[in-house]
């Protein structure tokens, strides 16, 4: 039971490049969610999506971009890479339902030089 | 809009003694209600969740939380440390009747000394 994967793991981008952050989970959930965590602030919702072909911005939407073309697959996609978007990426997944909780991949480390 | 609140970055216990994670929330009604565990280099996991059936909730590992209307929190406690607790901890809320999406509480780092 693979439940929610992430890849890569870990990531070093130059400055003004781009790259997409795969996500995948086999649980037939219809939401999904993009965090990143920083040091000291949590997480922070980036992006979600209630469903295929759905997507909303979160609280830090800027210079990310993402698409939900199947249940399964939600990839994040930064365009031109800046040294404020190193940080380490979650991707999430859950039922929609009062009180169910998120499941999570074990995370990107990206790295923005 | 909801929050939630934890208080200190940081808390150091000594094994075999007591755990208390603080998580205080701002909501209208009252919510739903998570903590998490985020071991390192690890995505999180859920430890246990309040839903409206109990006040007070057990978890996995020996932890429980119970959930005060009238403090608006949600404390996550264990009686006895281990050094295998060592983790951060996540407090979460997603609001009653609303859209689902969970909003996370900037963590609280375990120490466990031996």
């Known amino acids: 039971n693979a439940g929610v994967t992430q890849t890569p793991k870990f990531r070093i981008l130059k400055i003004g490049q781009s790259m997409t952050l795969q996500c995948a989970q086999d649980?037939?959930?219809?939401?999904m969610y993009w965090y990143r965590q920083d040091p000291g602030m949590g997480l922070k919702l980036i992006y979600y999506?209630?469903?295929?072909?759905?997507?909303d911005k979160g609280e830090v939407p800027n210079g990310y971009n993402v698409s939900r073309s199947t249940t399964e697959d939600f990839p994040l996609r930064l365009e031109l890479a800046a040294p404020s978007q190193t940080s380490v990426y979650f991707c999430?997944?859950?039922?929609?339902?009062?009180?169910?909780?998120?499941?999570f991949g074990q995370g990107t480390r990206l790295t923005v030089v | 809009a909801q929050s939630v609140t934890q208080l200190g970055s940081h808390v150091s216990v000594s094994e075999g003694a007591l755990v208390l994670l603080r998580c205080n929330y701002s909501?209208?009604?009252?919510?739903?209600l998570f903590w998490y565990v985020q071991y390192p280099n690890q995505g999180l996991q859920l430890l246990l969740k309040?839903?409206?059936?109990?006040?007070l909730v057990k978890g996995i590992n020996g932890f429980e939380a119970e959930f005060k209307k009238s403090e608006t929190s949600f404390h996550l406690t264990k009686p006895s440390a281990h050094m295998s607790d060592a983790a951060e901890y996540f407090c979460?809320?997603?609001?009653?009747?609303?859209?689902?999406?969970?909003?996370f509480g900037r963590g609280t780092s375990l120490i466990v000394h031996p």
């Open positions: 649980m037939n959930h219809n939401y």
């Open positions: 909501s209208s009604v009252p919510p739903y």
């Open positions: 309040y839903t409206s059936a109990a006040t």
């Open positions: 999430a997944s859950s039922y929609p339902g009062e009180g169910t909780e998120a499941f």
């Open positions: 979460a809320v997603s609001p009653a009747g609303g859209s689902y999406i969970p909003t």
């Open positions: 999506s209630v469903g295929a072909g759905i997507t």
